[in-house]
T-cell receptor
Framework: DAKTTQPNSMESNEEEPVHLPCNHSTISGTDYIHWYRQLPSQGPEYVIHGLTSNVNNRMASLAIAEDRKSSTLILHRATLRDAAVYYCILRLFYNQGGKLIFGQGTELSVKP | EAQVTQNPRYLITVTGKKLTVTCSQNMNHEYMSWYRQDPGLGLRQIYYSMNVEVTDKGDVPEGYKVSRKEKRNFPLILESPSPNQTSLYFC??????????????FGDGTRLSIL
């Protein structure tokens, strides 16, 4: 699986947008970009995924660069509940073991 | 409510005393998986199951066993626990784990301490 690079930590103010970057310069054409987050004392939680086009759901938006070498997870209005570690993960469309490879992620803190 | 339930949430035990961590999902998912999370190492897959009676090793299966007799349950068995198995364990499930367009759902974790 290709590697991703994320900042170790980021800070945000409550009710402001947050842009979490992820670099994946070795991404292959069949890699999907997934984002999960892990809140304190909880298991990882799926956030969003995409292949080439930007994606929106009720939790967040995913903006994918045209060359697919980077992507950005956008939280439109951060709340205190969004404080978590955010993981950017690349996955082949078909992966026999279904394994998710979690890197170190970005620890997001949200200030009131 | 759709969920993955793990029990126990916390356990302190001693070396060599067999233990089982249960995992149950109510979403009729075919795929289930176990991970362990350790500081600096991230989450690593222990075992996975594509369907009932079908299990396979992940990256760190040594010292663990699993079974999948029913679709909803996927217990993790430590026959003779050792201190290096002290960790935070997560169970996950998905409609079909092999395809990346299916999100995986995780339990809240089981913290095991083996003395």
């Amino acid at each position: 699986d290709a590697k991703t690079t994320q900042p170790n930590s980021m800070e945000s103010n409550e009710e402001e947008p947050v842009h979490l970057p992820c670099n994946h310069s070795t991404i292959s054409g069949t890699d999907y970009i997934h984002w999960y987050r892990q809140l304190p004392s909880q298991g990882p939680e799926y956030v969003i995924h995409g292949l080439t086009s930007n994606v929106n759901n009720r939790m967040a938006s995913l903006a994918i660069a045209e060359d697919r070498k980077s992507s950005t997870l956008i939280l439109h209005r951060a709340t205190l509940r969004d404080a978590a570690v955010y993981y950017c993960i690349l996955r082949l469309f078909y992966n026999q073991g279904g394994k998710l490879i979690f890197g170190q992620g970005t620890e997001l803190s949200v200030k009131p | 409510e759709a969920q993955v339930t793990q029990n126990p949430r916390y356990l302190i035990t001693v070396t060599g005393k067999k233990l089982t961590v249960t995992c149950s999902q109510n979403m009729n998912h075919e795929y289930m998986s176990w991970y362990r999370q350790d500081p600096g190492l991230g989450l690593r897959q222990i075992y996975y199951s594509m369907n009932v009676e079908v299990t396979d090793k992940g990256d760190v299966p040594e010292g663990y066993k699993v079974s999948r007799k029913e679709k909803r349950n996927f217990p993790l068995i430590l026959e003779s626990p050792s201190p290096n198995q002290t960790s935070l364990y997560f169970c996950a499930s998905s409609t079909t784990g092999s395809y990346s367009n299916q999100p995986q759902h995780f339990g809240d974790g089981t913290r095991l301490s083996i003395l």
